[in-house]
């Protein structure tokens, strides 16, 4: 990698330097504009003289490629995506599962697993080399969380008791050997504030903005007060967050059994490892960084966590009070305690009954607070240092050489297993890189250069892949195609997806040329059981530094767990090799399946000439996200209350409805309050101005539909055969597949904008963030929606103005 970093940064450098010497500027100019048009010129002939005559072999459209020096393409695409489909093997795939799944391996804390994975790869024909960062990064030293009742005596004295000490460990099982190693790890959280706190305990449902604000408008005290929140709806670190906020002394979560679906033992289910219902003592660790405003390093928001690199205060990006992850077994003493105290979540709307799933252990699901004589003691120790994490980086070169496809995966997790997150990626990825190695051995060469990333640290903030980019950007800029990312490949058996509009398609042909494991329909491909739902980019995995803060088209796929599957122990020490080997994929059979799925989305991005994006796709979706903001506004305007948003809305909608946003008059400064609502006449004009992004997307869309027409008639050109005396033809044929190309690879790029998103300014995409209260699920233009949930409409009307001005940019630059 360094190698092809160097040059290309002190490009940049370049270009960014303070013009103070007229003439040095003027000439480093001309000579890396020259430089460009000879590179340009170079690879266009380089790519024509590819073209050679293949007339006496019958093949698909790709195989009259050749390369120099070859003659003839040894390995056609249809070759290789017959290598990519027989390769792998459920038996690989468990034997790479099984080394990962071994022993501990949190960030910055296994470097025989870099070292392994490293050496796997070039074993397999690939060559790589281990990344590092110097990182921020705590590990956990102590913690106790108690219940304490302050008991009268008959004279008058009192005295404190402990009523409840939980165990914050996960039981031992006997049959799964990772739950019961020696040096297991601790629960606990990421990024977590090390503080001893005591005092009355609140239950605030899933901790999202608004049931923060339903507690505040009936006027239950927060102040001093400790949370326990349910996990659930959004990242967690956004509800401590709020709860820090709002002056609260610290946070426990607790998984409640109510969102595990019909898989519970209140429904007559057997826990693990007996049944598929969650097991009671399991907890979730995970990180409590604010996600949703600057993921990565948080003492280096920007830039490369490089030793010595100037180092920036954390407060803004991680919280400041305690949290401390419980499992249910452990919350049941500390809700039953608020049995009896404050309002009920029934009095509350149906967003606070809609789960609650431990009723028939005794809990009323009360408010509370307790009273001043039930406290609880929560004390959390965390050792804070700046620490080496390892990425695991190998390559492919292709023939184009800005032309980059990068494939990636973290290797760190929570617990000695993480069979589902992340080892079943790391499985699977292995299983693909496999796969490319045989079609290596056996004469190929990728048109792309292909990148694998095996990233470090993600669990903690996705640490090690945006440290990576943020070092690489002005490559990745330049260079990069698109970004794969795979992080639980497998928990279930419901295929999830989320891309950014560019690859839709590219997912719909990589899984529909892939036999499915279900053959209920005996010849069903992995497409025909799939519900064709493609999510928008969030955040939450190690796309986020490709799509939101460089602006790379990226995708994110696995198998999840789907209704009636087994409950998936999420960051647990029940996410073992022995739950993925009896539950979550018994034979190992969608990781080998997955396997194929990432060979062929990676084949189909490297190795066509025409890298095969729909320039349509993106802007028919970028108008259904303007009609979705209208539609938001629509609401805002015409909804006045809880009540009327609840009746309206179906369940679902209003459930997610409910952790996505902000109330929309939260904003004392709002100009959008019940009573001004209908009388608002900037709301009007800013629903005006909504109109001229369809306005602009009229255009983008016609030109985004020529692009890919260019590209169709491209594709039957190259499929054809042009005897060799033609060269003119070949080269005016290299000159537009180079030009199609370059047009295709920066479309994305085109919706950056540089100060970034309103008090998060590394989120740059003007399109696709993650909510700002929700963390990992998607939101679209956060710009123009965070101002509707302010009633900013000054605010809004800017950032019109920055979308439109994109949405021309790009229309400009097809
Ligand atoms: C690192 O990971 C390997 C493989 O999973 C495991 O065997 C080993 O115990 C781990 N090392 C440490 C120091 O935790
Ligand atoms: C890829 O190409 C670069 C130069 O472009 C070279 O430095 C590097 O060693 C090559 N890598 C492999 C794996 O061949
Ligand atoms: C936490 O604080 C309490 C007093 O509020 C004290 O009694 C206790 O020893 C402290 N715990 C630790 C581990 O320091
Ligand atoms: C909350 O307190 C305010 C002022 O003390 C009062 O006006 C309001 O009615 C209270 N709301 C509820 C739901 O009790
Ligand atoms: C298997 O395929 C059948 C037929 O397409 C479908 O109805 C069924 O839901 C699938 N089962 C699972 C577990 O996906
Ligand atoms: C409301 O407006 C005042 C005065 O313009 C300002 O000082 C304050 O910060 C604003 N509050 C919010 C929440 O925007
Ligand atoms: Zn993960």
New binding site residues.
């Given amino acids: 990698m360094s190698s092809e970093r160097t040059p290309l940064i002190s490009t940049v450098r370049v270009a960014e330097s303070r013009p103070r010497y007229p003439h040095a500027v003027l000439r480093r100019f001309c000579t890396v504009a020259l430089a460009s048009v000879l590179i340009w010129f170079f690879v266009a002939v380089a790519v024509s003289m590819t073209l050679f005559p293949d007339g006496h072999h019958r093949h698909g459209p790709d195989d009259r490629w050749a390369w120099p020096g070859c003659g003839r393409r040894k390995v056609t695409h249809d070759q290789l995506q017959r290598i990519l489909l027989d390769t792998p093997t459920s038996k690989h795939a468990e034997e790479w599962s099984r080394y990962y799944t071994a022993g501990p391996h949190l960030a910055g804390k296994n470097y025989s697993q870099a070292l392994w994975t490293k050496t796997k790869w070039e074993e397999f024909g690939i060559k790589a080399d281990i990344v590092s960062y110097d990182v921020y990064i705590n590990y956990p030293v102590d913690h106790r969380l108690a219940l304490l009742e302050e008991k009268k005596h008959d004279d008058g004295t009192s005295a404190w008791k402990v009523s409840y000490e939980a165990s914050l460990t996960e039981d031992i099982i006997e049959e799964d050997s990772t739950s019961g190693l020696p040096d297991r790890i601790p629960t606990f959280h990421g990024y977590s504030a090390s503080g001893n706190v005591t005092g009355p305990v609140v239950y605030v449902n899933y901790g999202t903005y608004q049931d923060f604000e339903d507690l505040v408008k009936a006027n239950v005290t927060l102040k001093d007060k400790v949370a326990i929140a349910r996990y659930g709806g959004i990242f967690r670190g956004l509800k401590v967050k709020r709860a820090q906020e709002l002056g609260m002394l610290g946070v426990i979560l607790y998984s409640d059994p109510g969102d595990d679906g019909d898989n519970t033992e209140e429904k007559g289910e057997k826990p693990y490892p007996d049944g598929p219902a969650r097991q009671p003592s399991s907890v979730q660790r995970g990180s409590t960084q604010f996600l949703s405003f600057a993921p990565g390093d948080p003492t280096t928001p920007g830039y490369p966590s490089k030793p010595g690199a100037p180092r920036q205060p954390v407060h803004t990006a991680i919280p400041s009070i305690p949290s401390i992850p419980i499992s249910y077994k452990d919350a049941l003493p500390i809700l039953k305690a608020l049995n009896g105290h404050g309002p009920k979540a029934d009095d509350f709307n149906k967003y606070w009954t809609r789960n609650t799933g431990l009723e028939y252990k005794g809990v009323h699901y009360n408010i509370g607070p307790t009273p001043d004589h039930v406290v609880v003691n929560l004390y959390n120790e965390q050792e804070y240092i700046t620490t080496p994490l390892w990425n695991v980086i190998g390559v492919i070169n292709g023939t184009i050489a800005d032309e980059v496809v990068v494939v990636g995966n973290h290797r760190d997790a929570w617990v000695a297993g993480g069979a589902g997150d992340p080892n079943s990626g790391s499985a699977v990825m292995n299983e693909a890189i496999r796969s490319f190695g045989e079609a290596i051995r056996q004469g190929w060469k990728p048109l792309r250069t292909i990148v694998f990333g095996s990233w470090d640290g993600e669990e903690y903030g996705l640490v090690g892949s945006t440290e990576w980019v943020e070092e690489y950007l002005p490559w990745l800029s330049d260079a990069n195609v698109a970004y794969i990312n795979t992080d639980v490949s497998v928990r279930g058996?419901?295929l999830k997806a989320a891309a950014a509009p560019l690859l839709d398609n590219i997912i719909h042909a990589a899984t529909a040329a892939v036999p499915?494991p279900?053959q209920?329909?005996p010849g069903?491909t992995v497409h025909?059981?799939w519900d064709k739902q493609i999510k928008t980019m969030g955040s939450g995995s190690d796309f986020t530094a490709f799509q939101d803060f460089a602006g790379i088209p990226s995708l994110d796929i696995g198998f999840d767990s789907g209704p009636g599957e087994p409950v998936y122990h999420y960051h647990s020490n029940y996410d073992s090799f022995y739950w993925m080997e009896k539950f979550g994929d018994p034979g190992f059979v969608y990781h080998r399946t997955m396997a194929q799925v990432l060979g062929l989305i990676t084949a189909q991005l490297a190795d066509l000439p025409v890298i095969s994006f729909r320039a349509a796709d993106y802007a028919h979706a970028l108008d259904r996200y303007v009609k979705k903001v209208e539609d938001k506004l629509d609401e805002a305007l015409s909804l006045s209350s809880e009540i009327t948003t609840a009746s309206l809305l179906d369940d679902d909608v209003y459930f997610e409805l409910r952790g996505s946003t902000r109330n929309f008059n939260s904003n004392p400064n709002s100009t959008l309050t019940p009573s001004s609502v209908s009388s608002s006449s900037s709301a009007e004009s800013f629903r005006t101005s909504l109109k001229r992004l369809h306005k602009a997307l009229e255009k983008l869309t016609a030109r985004a539909a020529r692009l890919d027409k260019r590209a169709d008639a491209l594709r039957e050109k190259l499929a054809r055969h042009i005897p060799w005396w033609r060269w003119p033809a070949k080269l005016r044929l290299g000159f537009e597949l180079r030009k199609v190309n370059t047009r295709y690879k920066y479309m994305e790029r085109s919706f950056l904008f540089e100060q970034g998103l309103d008090g998060r300014p590394w989120f740059k995409h003007v399109v696709f963030a993650p909510g700002l209260w929700t963390g990992y699920a998607g939101a679209v233009f956060p710009g123009l929606v965070e101002s509707i949930d302010e009633g900013d409409w000054v605010n809004a009307e800017r950032w019109v103005d920055i979308i439109e001005s994109r949405m021309r940019n790009a229309a400009r630059r097809l």
Avoid: E, F, G, R
């Fill in positions: 058996t419901y499915s279900n209920t329909v069903q025909d059981v």
